[in-house]
């Protein structure tokens, strides 16, 4: 399992992520075999948010039945969670007091005393940056998170925050798969005016996020658009499955492990969030993470899933 440092932080951590969103109605034992399994492949680094589950806070709540984590097994783990939508709105909420009250949610629920990594959960319109900035002095100083970032922000969002927040960004979660790349594609064909490609819709997202020390983290990585079903496997991609499987082939692993190092391979240092419930899953997820694509092999995916290299 490839290892990175989150700029800005101590944190060592693996570049695939076991994401726990869908784990409310499982038992203990299946929670427990999937974060084992996880852990066993060297993904020590564990992805929440408040709005998970069927209750607020409820696969947090869960995860921490299931565990049972004690303090030093707590310490062996990096748990990043998120704040800021309202799921009963639907709106989004970067007030100082949403973001404290839904912190302390998140620990009573987890069971500890800290969070790693908080997150603000897509963009809020109304934001102000002065609220947010109060509320992450807060928690930092208090010790009840210790690494701040973002989901689904714009740079332009990033920079807003930036202006008043004085911890680091240290991440920005972002969906990204091979058939679902507008950020990667978009850079490609730049300046060619007949492909709808070249259209930029991020602002230059992964350069920004190079120029700036945030780790990418890589949400939906095997669902083909917004959450609209998998590519891997799927009559939809036949050309792109036909690659896959041919490298899947070559490499001795699963098309599971192709798709998350195409993602890995990007110099950017990209995390990807598993949403995986399947141990079986998990450990074929990570087999991609230091698997080393060539350029061309990596080129002839993004062609296959029907992006154009001028």
């Given at each position: 399992?490839?290892?990175?440092t989150?700029?800005?932080?101590?944190?060592?951590?693996?570049?695939?992520?076991?994401?726990?969103?869908?784990?409310?109605?499982?038992?203990?034992?299946?929670?427990?075999?999937?974060?084992?399994?996880?852990?066993?492949?060297?993904?020590?680094?564990?992805?929440?948010?408040?709005?998970?589950?069927?209750?607020?806070?409820?696969?947090?709540?869960?995860?921490?039945?299931?565990?049972?984590?004690?303090?030093?097994?707590?310490?062996?783990?990096?748990?990043?969670?998120?704040?800021?939508?309202?799921?009963?709105?639907p709106?989004?909420?970067?007030?100082?007091e949403?973001i404290?009250?839904?912190?302390?949610?998140?620990?009573?629920?987890?069971?500890?005393?800290?969070?790693?990594?908080?997150?603000?959960?897509?963009?809020?319109?109304?934001?102000?940056?002065?609220e947010?900035?109060?509320?992450?002095?807060?928690?930092?100083?208090?010790?009840?998170v210790?690494?701040?970032?973002?989901?689904?922000?714009t740079?332009?969002?990033?920079?807003?925050?930036?202006?008043f927040?004085?911890?680091?960004?240290?991440?920005?979660?972002?969906?990204?798969?091979?058939?679902?790349?507008?950020?990667?594609a978009?850079?490609?064909?730049?300046?060619?005016?007949?492909?709808?490609?070249?259209?930029?819709?991020?602002?230059?997202?992964?350069?920004?996020?190079?120029?700036?020390?945030?780790?990418?983290?890589?949400?939906?990585?095997?669902?083909a658009?917004?959450?609209?079903?998998?590519?891997?496997?799927?009559?939809?991609?036949?050309?792109?499955?036909?690659?896959?499987?041919?490298?899947?082939?070559?490499?001795?692993?699963?098309?599971?492990?192709?798709?998350?190092?195409?993602?890995?391979?990007?110099?950017?240092?990209?995390?990807?969030v598993?949403?995986?419930?399947?141990?079986?899953?998990?450990?074929?997820?990570?087999?991609?993470?230091?698997?080393?694509?060539?350029?061309?092999?990596?080129?002839?995916?993004?062609?296959?899933?029907?992006?154009?290299?001028?």
């Amino acid at each position: 399992m490839r290892t990175l440092t989150l700029p800005g932080t101590q944190i060592t951590a693996p570049n695939v992520v076991l994401g726990l969103m869908r784990i409310q109605e499982k038992s203990d034992e299946e929670v427990r075999t999937l974060v084992r399994t996880a852990r066993d492949a060297g993904i020590d680094f564990l992805d929440h948010a408040d709005i998970y589950g069927a209750d607020l806070h409820g696969c947090e709540k869960r995860f921490a039945e299931a565990l049972q984590l004690s303090p030093s097994e707590r310490e062996k783990w990096t748990i990043q969670t998120k704040a800021g939508i309202v799921r009963e709105g639907p709106y989004f909420d970067f007030s100082y007091e949403h973001i404290v009250e839904s912190v302390e949610g998140s620990l009573q629920a987890l069971g500890t005393d800290y969070i790693d990594i908080l997150l603000l959960h897509r963009p809020d319109a109304l934001v102000e940056p002065e609220e947010v900035a109060r509320a992450f002095d807060e928690l930092e100083a208090a010790g009840k998170v210790r690494a701040f970032g973002v989901s689904n922000h714009t740079p332009r969002q990033i920079d807003l925050l930036k202006k008043f927040v004085k911890q680091p960004i240290v991440a920005n979660q972002v969906q990204l798969s091979i058939t679902h790349s507008p950020l990667i594609a978009q850079g490609v064909a730049a300046n060619m005016q007949a492909l709808e490609q070249s259209v930029s819709r991020d602002e230059g997202l992964i350069d920004h996020a190079r120029l700036h020390d945030i780790t990418l983290q890589a949400w939906s990585p095997f669902q083909a658009g917004f959450f609209d079903g998998p590519f891997l496997g799927s009559e939809r991609f036949p050309e792109l499955n036909a690659v896959i499987d041919r490298l899947a082939a070559q490499y001795d692993v699963t098309p599971t492990a192709i798709a998350v190092a195409w993602i890995t391979r990007h110099p950017a240092n990209m995390q990807v969030v598993l949403g995986t419930t399947t141990p079986q899953r998990v450990a074929d997820a990570a087999a991609g993470s230091d698997l080393p694509l060539t350029r061309a092999e990596w080129y002839e995916i993004f062609r296959a899933a029907g992006y154009t290299v001028p």
